[in-house]
T-cell receptor
C-alpha cells in the first residue's frame, strides 16, 4: 500500500519565521510528490512539486526537500506570512495521475 | 474560464435516498478526477476519466456509486441508497494530461458537501 503520512496535525509559527511541514512515505515507486494548500470552503490548490530525480525544488518563498533514503519530504516556507495560514497536504502522484494525499497539517501564522 | 465548478455546493439528504453531483471541469482538460474527503483526512481518490472513458475506480467506490462523463466534458457522480457513512466532501479535479517530464497539475473545484441524516 502506497502510504503518505503527515504526523503533525497542526503547526503554529510567528510571522516572518520559517515554517517547516513534514511528510513521510512508504514504497519508493513514484514520479512526483506535490504539496497542495487548502483554505476553508475552497478546493485544494497546487503549490509546488518535486520529481523523484531531484532532492530540492524552490519557488519563491517555498522550497521542497526530498530525502529518498529516509523516505521523507518537507516543505519550507520562508518568511511565513499570515496569508499562508491554511491546511497543507502532501501527495504523491500514482499511475494515471491520481493523487494519494496525506492527512494534512493546519498551519497558523501569527502576526 | 472560471475554473472547476461543482453543483450543488451542499446537499442534505435522508438515508436511503439517491443523490447526484455534477462537476464542470476546465474546458480544455481531458482528465477528470473524483475524490472524497472526510473530516481530519486528506482527499481520497475515487475514480478518474480520460475524456469519456472511465479508466480506474477505487475499491472505495462501492456498487452504490456510479460516475459518468458522457461527452468528455462535465461529469456526474451518483450515490444510490445513501448511508450515513457517505457523509463527506466530494471533490472534483481536472487536468490537461500530456506526456511530459513535469507534473500535470490538477485543478480542484470547491467541492460538494454531503450530509446524510
Amino acid at each position: 500500500d502506497q502510504q503518505v503520512k503527515q504526523n503533525s496535525p497542526s503547526l503554529s509559527v510567528q510571522e516572518g519565521r520559517i515554517s517547516i511541514l513534514n511528510c513521510d512515505y512508504t514504497n519508493s515507486m513514484f514520479d512526483y510528490f506535490l504539496w497542495y494548500k487548502k483554505y476553508p470552503a475552497e478546493g485544494p490548490t497546487f503549490l509546488i512539486s518535486i520529481s523523484s530525480i531531484k532532492d530540492k525544488n524552490e519557488d519563491g518563498r517555498f522550497t521542497v526537500f526530498l530525502n529518498k533514503s529516509a523516505k521523507h519530504l518537507s516543505l519550507h516556507i520562508v518568511p511565513s506570512q499570515p496569508g499562508d495560514s491554511a491546511v497543507y497536504f502532501c501527495a504523491r502522484e500514482n499511475q494515471g495521475g491520481k493523487l494519494i494525499f496525506g492527512q494534512g497539517t493546519e498551519l497558523s501564522v501569527k502576526p | 474560464d472560471t475554473g472547476v465548478s461543482q453543483n450543488p455546493r451542499h446537499k442534505i439528504t435522508k438515508r436511503g435516498q439517491n443523490v447526484t453531483f455534477r462537476c464542470d471541469p476546465i474546458s480544455e482538460h481531458n482528465r477528470l478526477y473524483w475524490y472524497r474527503q472526510t473530516l481530519g483526512q486528506g482527499p481520497e481518490f475515487l475514480t478518474y476519466f480520460q475524456n469519456e472513458a472511465q479508466l480506474e475506480k477505487s475499491r472505495l467506490l462501492s456498487d452504490r456509486f456510479s460516475a459518468e462523463r458522457p461527452k468528455g466534458s462535465f461529469s456526474t457522480l451518483e450515490i444510490q441508497r445513501t448511508e450515513q457513512g457517505d457523509s463527506a466532501m466530494y471533490l472534483c479535479a481536472s487536468s490537461l494530461f500530456v506526456w511530459t517530464t513535469s507534473y500535470n497539475e490538477q485543478f480542484f473545484g470547491p467541492g460538494t458537501r454531503l450530509t446524510v441524516l
